[in-house]
């Protein structure tokens, strides 16, 4: 089966640091990739929607600048969070689209900020 | 606007007996319905799926989920829990070739099965 990646799987970050985050589609390409936030015992809230050679597209209430996506290749997507603030710590997890049916998801990175 | 309704915040059940995870869902045209698990600190497993044709899916680990258009609703069942069966499961739904095609998640159910 299909299988995405995400690196690194936790991390801890100070604040008004950035930290990247990769997703990688292992043995499929992928020409659109999702990210999505988590927060404890709640649903996935998506974040973006990131096409392969174009600029990603927003959901309403994020901030872009803040959370940077870049889809460099049909097989890697990065989400950057720059200037990381405590309330950024939360659950973040990609999705890359194989074809119009099946959607698959990364094991997710953990972020906490201190 | 589109929605995934999870009724239950959380479901319990005695290992062995049949589960039910509900899943009601309203869009416009016909939609994509999936069922994903999830465990603690992990991304989501894929179960099952809905695209078309009979009504009763089967999906992995012994799941199953019942399309009902009438009554929109695409309940998971099992039938016979087991206790690594617990975790949090997600009904989904995908309106294709939509301008956004975007799948949209329920709040989630969290399963438990007592041994």
């Known amino acids: 089966g299909a299988v995405v990646s995400q690196h690194p799987s936790w991390v801890i970050c100070k604040s008004g640091t950035s930290v990247k985050i990769e997703c990688r589609s292992l043995?499929?390409?992928?020409?659109?990739m999702f990210w999505y936030r988590q927060f404890p015992k709640q649903s996935l809230m998506l974040m973006a929607t990131?096409?392969?050679?174009?600029?990603?597209?927003?959901e309403q209430g994020v901030e872009k600048d803040k959370f940077l996506i870049n889809h460099a290749s049909l097989t890697l997507s990065t989400l950057t969070v720059t200037s990381a603030h405590p309330e950024d710590s939360s659950f973040y997890i990609c999705?890359?689209?194989?074809?119009?049916?099946?959607?698959?998801f990364g094991p997710g990175t953990r972020l906490t900020v201190t | 606007a589109q929605s995934v309704a999870q009724p239950e915040d959380q479901v319990n059940v005695a290992e062995g007996n049949p589960l039910t995870v509900k899943c009601t869902y309203s869009?416009?045209?016909?939609?994509?319905l999936f069922w994903y698990v999830q465990y603690p600190n992990r991304g989501l497993q894929f179960l099952l799926k809905?695209?078309?044709?009979?009504?009763l899916v089967k999906g992995s680990y012994g799941f199953e989920a019942e399309f009902n258009k009438s009554q929109t609703s695409f309940h998971l069942k099992k039938p016979s829990a087991l206790v690594s069966d617990s975790a949090l499961y997600f009904c989904?739904?995908?309106?294709?070739?939509?301008?956004?095609?975007?799948?949209?998640f329920g709040s989630g159910t969290r399963l438990s099965i007592r041994p």
């Open positions: 869009v416009s045209g016909n939609p994509y």
């Open positions: 999705s890359a689209r194989a074809d119009i049916y099946e959607q698959y």
């Open positions: 989904a739904v995908r309106v294709p070739y939509s301008s956004a095609s975007k799948i949209i």
């Open positions: 043995d499929f390409q992928a020409t659109t």
């Open positions: 809905y695209i078309t044709g009979d009504n």
């Open positions: 990131s096409n392969e050679g174009s600029k990603a597209t927003y």
